[in-house]
Nanobody, 116 residues
């Protein structure tokens, strides 16, 4: 199993940007796809974006055009660049395997709060 550590969250005003990072304890090359998830208070965890080892990406409709997922297999790291942030993007963000049946243990996540 892979240990995952998310970072980069914080408090940002609406319209602002953040870049999240997810560092894995070992190679993520064979984790295909990798995904970013988020969970808002009182809501279920949802898949936000995925990226394959080859770089193909998919996004939830709510973030398409605003978020960009990327991965650096050499650094065992996945990124989520978030722009034009909205209050409804407020959540704890996690990374993991993009396939539910292949999930690794969840990390602690990183809190993103969008508020003026």
């Amino acid at each position: 199993q892979v240990q995952l550590v998310e970072s980069g969250g914080g408090l940002v005003q609406p319209g602002g940007s953040l870049r999240l990072s997810c560092a894995a304890s070992r190679s993520i090359f064979r984790i295909n796809p990798m995904g970013w998830y988020r969970q808002a208070p009182g809501k279920q965890r949802e898949l936000v974006a995925t990226i394959t080892s080859g770089g193909s990406t998919n996004y939830a409709a709510s973030v398409k055009g605003r978020f960009t997922i990327s991965r650096d297999n050499a650094k065992n790291t996945v990124y989520l660049q978030m722009s034009s942030l909205k209050p409804e993007d407020t959540a704890v963000y996690y990374c993991n395997n993009g396939v539910e049946t292949m999930w690794n243990p969840w990390g602690q996540g990183t809190q993103v709060t969008v508020s003026s």
